[in-house]
């Protein structure tokens, strides 16, 4: 397993082709604005070498029988479901923002298992091309993007109806090596901390669709892929030079618009090609999985509850009882979702490949509450906060001695609560409810893995209602 620094020295060998801010990017490892990304991610290859998280942060692999970090683990048991979940919180609390590697191990369990169900059917061999490249990845312990959300054009129409072709990543070339593939995916998480980026489908496909029923892995450098990263709230504070204004010292994430632009693929890393069927079933399981990794938000939702009560206590209003009540209820909301990743993993199920797949409803279940209940956590620890959250003002006003004399006497509160120290609480709440964080803690639970209505579809679609009726009628004599 490589270590924090190695993972490091790793992405510096990478050529990736990187715009932010309309310039090309040449070192993004260094870079003030992606750097605390690349923290976030370090953390999970850290942690998986400290004794106290082995259990949580590694496994076994059932490829190699080599110890592996968990992200590029292939469940074998409800056991490894739920030490997944466990892992999402854990590094959410000790992140405060998304570290990004989940999505590809979602990928990766979503194709062991779709692999085997395409070869079960078409008498492919997909699944052993799938399998040397997963033991290729947990050798390498890589990251690894999952690509799913194309830019969809005109959401009224499918994939061969839009105007521009391209709005759906889709093949353009077959040759005998390969296939060559154009189009893009938004939103992408982690895109220039990753060594290896996952494409899979957005949506379910019919026949006319067939040449957009793809799916396949690059190293993130191959040629003709670009990445243009997209903007958060506050993200230029990062550039600032101070360490109070940007709220959370070390970590934030990133996502970016990826742009294929004719990329070849070799055929050893095509896992779907035109098997229009089977695009669905990899959306759902890969979005089953995801909605599953929402643990993070617990995490993050720990670190937010902390600051709440902290900023309480510097006010001194963390004895008032309508103080305590929202705090108990933040907690109340956050186990929940708790609750949610925990269940749907305890209730999850050999798939015929022998992977184990979540709980469908349960992890449906799990999103729905997580497009809510971080806003009503944010909302509350607003609300505890007080106005400074937003009018604060900045380090340098802080760090001027024009001004210092003036912010150290009005925004003092108690006699031991430091003005500076406050201050920092103040901009972390900022930073998770506002800022940087807020992309993953708000936005990001919103539409990330699906936007609230495909978990409502996916409720309605899988819940028995049969059996709930007939336990009402059995009762009230209905025959
Ligand atoms: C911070 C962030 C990180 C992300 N990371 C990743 C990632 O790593 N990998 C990845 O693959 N994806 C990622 N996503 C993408 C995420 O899965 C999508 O945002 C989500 O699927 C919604 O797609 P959209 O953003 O295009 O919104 P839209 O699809 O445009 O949805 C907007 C609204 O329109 C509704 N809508 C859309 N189409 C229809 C229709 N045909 N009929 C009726 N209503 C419709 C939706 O229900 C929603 O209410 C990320 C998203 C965010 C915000
Ligand atoms: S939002 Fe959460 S689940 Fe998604 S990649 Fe980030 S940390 Fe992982």
Known sequence: MMTAEQYEESLRKLNLVVYMFGERLRNVVDDPIIRPSMNAVARTYELAHHPEHEDIMTAVSHVTGNRINRFTHVHQSIDDLVKKSKMGRLLGMETGCCFQRCVGMDALNALSIVTYDIDAKHGTKYNERFLKYLAYVQKNDFTCDGAMTDPKGDRSLPPHSQPDPDQFLHVVDERKDGIV????????????????????????????????????????????????????????????????????????????????????????????????????????????????????????GDVLI????????????????????????????????????????????????????VNTLLANVHKQNVTRFPYELSRLAQDVAGGLVVTLPGEKDFRSPDTREWLEKYLKTKPHVSTEDRMRILRLIENLTLGTAAVGYLTESMHGAGSPQAQRIMISRTVNMKEKQKAAKKLCGIV
């Open 181 to 300: 593939v154009r189009g893009a995916k938004c939103h992408q998480t982690g895109a220039v901390n990753s060594h290896e980026i996952i494409v899979m489908p957005t949506i379910s496909m019919r026949e006319e669709d067939r040449d957009y029923a793809v799916s396949f892995a690059l190293p993130g450098d191959a040629q003709g892929i670009v990445y243009v990263v997209g903007r958060q709230s506050c993200d230029t504070r990062k550039a600032e030079g101070g360490n109070i204004d940007q709220g959370n010292l070390s970590f934030g994430g990133h996502e970016a618009l990826v742009v294929f632009d004719n990329v070849f693929v070799p055929w050893d890393r095509v896992f779907m090609y035109r098997e229009y069927e089977f695009a669905g079933r990899l959306v759902e399981i890969f979005a089953s999985y995801h909605r599953q990794s929402y643990a993070c938000k617990v995490g993050v």
């Open 306 to 357: 902390g600051a709440t009560q902290t900023i309480a206590e510097y006010n001194g209003t963390e004895k008032a009882s309508h103080i305590r009540d929202k705090i108990v209820e933040m907690n109340h909301l956050n186990e929940t979702l708790y609750c949610g990743c925990i269940a749907c993993a305890s209730e999850g199920q050999r798939e015929p490949s022998g992977t184990y797949s």
